[in-house]
């Protein structure tokens, strides 16, 4: 997806989705896109406002439309009364989110393609599957190629989120492995979204 695109995406919810990226989406155009954004007021409807809070997680988190139904589903299994919190800390541990998290790539998207190549050991062992979700105590650490990576450098010098309270890193100073601490929860989320408005949206669509 191009910068392009990421902003366009950003400026059309009103907000910055840090897996996404590069920040300053909404610094120059802090209105939706298209020829009549800077005037356009638009009158959201209740849908509206669910499809909107459902989309800052469908585009933060890098999924599809079924991806993202797969895990509401798995979540309502492991935890029917508050559901939401579980699908937050499925999506929270996810390999590839927890690598952003950890600050080794400065998206969601650059840390799924540092896990595709090979680039990223849980306990030890290689993994390729960005969407494993990991467990309590489980750790992450990068490969020694990821390390002289200049992509990775960048990022580990200036992640694009201070790392959340459910991770730490084995060694602060060095900060090339961490590890799972507890279950995230929907504080977790590194921007403004409604829990309601998403369970309010799956309800109505029987999923």
Do not use: C
């Not at 990775?152 to 992640?159: I, K, L, M």
Request: charged share 25%.
């Amino acid at each position: 997806m191009s910068e392009r695109k990421k902003f366009r995406i950003q400026r059309s919810l009103g907000i910055e989705l840090p897996g996404l990226g590069k920040p300053g989406a909404l610094e120059k155009r802090n209105y939706p896109p298209g020829q009549h954004g800077r005037l356009q007021k638009r009158r959201i409807t209740q849908f509206g406002a669910q499809l909107y809070e459902k989309q800052k997680l469908l585009f933060h988190y890098g999924l599809r439309e079924e991806q993202l139904r797969r895990f509401v589903r798995k979540a309502k299994s492991l935890n029917a009364s508050n559901w939401m919190e579980s699908l937050i800390g499925l999506l929270e541990r996810r390999l590839d989110n927890v690598v952003f998290r950890l600050g080794f790539a400065r998206s969601i998207a650059g840390a799924r393609q540092l896990v595709s190549h090979g680039h990223i050991f849980v306990n030890g062992r290689r993994q390729t599957i960005g969407s494993m979700v990991l467990r309590i105590g489980e750790r992450v650490h990068l490969s020694e190629r990821a390390k002289q990576m200049t992509a990775v450098q960048s990022a580990r010098e200036n992640p694009r989120l201070d790392l959340p309270s459910y991770l730490q890193f084995d060694n602060p100073a060095t900060k090339e492995s961490g590890m799972i601490l507890a279950f995230p929860g929907v504080g977790h989320v590194p921007f403004e979204f409604s829990a309601a408005q998403v369970a309010e949206y799956y309800a109505k669509r029987g999923v």
